[in-house]
């Protein structure tokens, strides 16, 4: 029996008929929608009644490209769009035109140098060594987007180490930053999804200032942890002044509404070391 071949499939690959069906010959049956494979008919899949396949197919897609990468942790960042970096934030103050354009601008500037906390903090973290399997651990994950959010993905190419960009559809024409790894570049339709995705492979979380956006996902991760849908991970929130001037935690405990021991969810820091030394405390106890 030494002699004996098993074929490893007897279908063909969906490539392969989806090939022969671009080459197949023209009738009035065969131009019809009706006649088109099902996952090349574009109208089908787009129909509102796929809406749950499209979820599936957006929560696969980026699964497997992370695993096919080897990448078995990240290290998420969430920030503002709107902070520039350093070198570029005194452009900001020289547009002010009104008082209270120039006092928004002075904001943007005070709190620039967050671009550099986040560039040098993905650049720490990135270093992170692969274990025993070959995975990748701690690897930079943002928003592709720009600001806080390219500073994120700066820092990772600063070491030579790649870096993740999950991004989303907007109206208004935007792309993913420079600094993000071509390869692990993603596209999300779903907000629902995408952080469905930031959160699925994160083992620490570090949240620089930023608006809507990123309230919207801190929140919720800390929502997860302190009703224990997920375990505890490092949240590591940049900037007290600023978090302290936009929420009211203390207030929340007074109120009421969340316990003193919620307070623990995460960790003021400053510094990029400061902020990596909470991590590794935080995995070596």
């Known amino acids: 029996m030494s002699d004996t071949h098993v074929p490893s499939r007897v279908f063909p690959r969906a490539a392969q008929d989806a090939e022969t069906a671009k080459t197949g010959i023209s009738t009035p049956q065969t131009e019809t929608p009706s006649y088109k494979l099902a996952f090349q008919d574009m109208d089908f899949l787009l129909r509102e009644d796929l809406r749950p396949i499209r979820f599936q197919l957006e929560l696969l897609k980026p699964q497997l490209i992370l695993e096919e990468a080897g990448i078995a942790s990240t290290f998420v960042f969430y920030g503002s769009a709107r902070i520039p970096e350093p070198s570029k934030a005194r452009a900001l103050l020289d547009k002010a035109e009104t008082p209270e354009a120039k006092a928004v601008a002075e904001r943007l500037v005070a709190k620039s140098h967050y671009y550099d906390v986040a560039r040098e903090l993905a650049a720490m973290v990135s270093k992170f060594p692969v274990d025993e399997a070959g995975k990748r651990h701690f690897v930079v994950c943002s928003g592709g987007g720009p600001s806080i959010m390219e500073a994120a993905n700066r820092g990772a190419a600063d070491t030579g180490h790649e870096s993740i960009g999950l991004n989303i559809v907007l109206p208004h024409e935007q792309a993913p930053n420079p600094y993000v790894t071509p390869a692990l570049s993603m596209q999300f339709h779903y907000f629902a999804l995408r952080k469905m995705h930031f959160l699925l492979h994160a083992r620490a979380l570090a949240a620089f200032p930023g608006g809507f956006g990123t309230f919207d996902e801190l929140f919720e991760l800390l929502t997860l942890i302190q009703t224990g849908k997920i375990k505890p991970i490092p949240v590591l ?36 070391q400061e902020g990596w030394d909470v991590v590794r405390d935080f995995y070596r106890e």
């Open 237 to 272: 929130l940049y900037g007290k002044e600023f978090w302290n001037r936009v929420v009211n935690f203390d207030a929340l405990v007074e109120e009421g509404v969340i316990s003193a021991a919620d307070l623990g969810l995460f960790r003021f820091v400053e510094t990029a």
